[in-house]
């Protein structure tokens, strides 16, 4: 079936530095979509992206759809503590059957 | 709007209980959906529903059973619960133009 390849696992970064993370696959999809897990928490939609190219932000968080449809990423400027958290990109197909990656993991050094 | 509700947040089983974790969303949506998180895994799709009345199996089914009576609520059971079923659910919901997904809470399942 189809996969969603999602990098890094995890990342330790200091306080103030930008974030960048990805998720590719084989397979097209129609819409992106970024969340966030804080720890305890349901997963929130941060980001959702529609058209390939797409290029949007939200505060300090920028994603981008990428223009072969099989790519997406999120930046992150100038982290802060509460940015600490699991993100999840998740693709929706032409089916409009959602799939999630496994997640990247940031941690922020003090 | 309340989005999408999970009760309860916690619950601790032993092994061979039944029980049920309960679902409501309030935005009209069609599709609902049942994930367990664990450690390393990401989300996994348990159950989904694209209509009341309407079912399906995800990825990892087997040892529970959903139902869709209403719009509105889509509760997920667990009939004799086993360790390996120790985990996180979540529930989901999508609907409208771009059918974004909205997750519940969770609920922290112990099967001891």
């Known amino acids: 079936g189809q996969q969603l390849n999602q990098s890094p696992q995890s990342m330790f970064i200091q306080e103030g530095e930008d974030v960048s993370m990805n998720c590719t696959s084989s397979s097209i999809f129609n819409t992106w979509l970024w969340y966030k897990q804080d720890p305890g928490e349901g997963p929130v939609l941060l980001i959702a992206?529609?058209?390939?190219?797409e290029l949007t932000s939200n505060g300090r968080l920028t994603a981008q759809f990428g223009i072969t449809r099989k790519d997406s990423f999120l930046n992150i400027s100038a982290s802060i503590p509460s940015d600490v958290g699991i993100y999840f990109c998740?693709?929706?197909?032409?089916?409009?059957?959602?799939?999630f990656g496994k997640g990247t993991r940031l941690h922020i050094l003090p | 709007n309340a989005g999408v509700t999970q009760t309860p947040k916690f619950q601790v089983l032993k092994t061979g209980q039944s029980m049920t974790l309960q679902c409501a969303q309030d935005?009209?949506?069609?599709?609902m959906s049942w994930y367990r998180q664990d450690p390393g895994m990401g989300l996994r799709l348990i159950h989904y529903?694209?209509?009341?009345?309407?079912?399906d199996q995800g990825e990892v089914p087997n040892g529970y059973n959903v139902s869709r009576s209403t719009t509105e609520d889509f509760p997920l059971r667990l009939l004799s619960a086993a360790p390996s079923q120790t985990s996180v659910y979540f529930c989901?919901?999508?609907?409208?133009?771009?059918?974004?997904?909205?997750f519940g809470p969770g609920t922290r399942l112990t099967v001891l």
């Open positions: 935005m009209n949506h069609e599709y």
């Open positions: 529903s694209v209509g009341a009345g309407i079912t």
């Open positions: 992206l529609y058209k390939a190219g």
């Open positions: 989901a919901s999508s609907g409208g133009v771009y059918n974004e997904q909205f």
């Open positions: 998740a693709g929706l197909n032409r089916d409009d059957k959602i799939i």
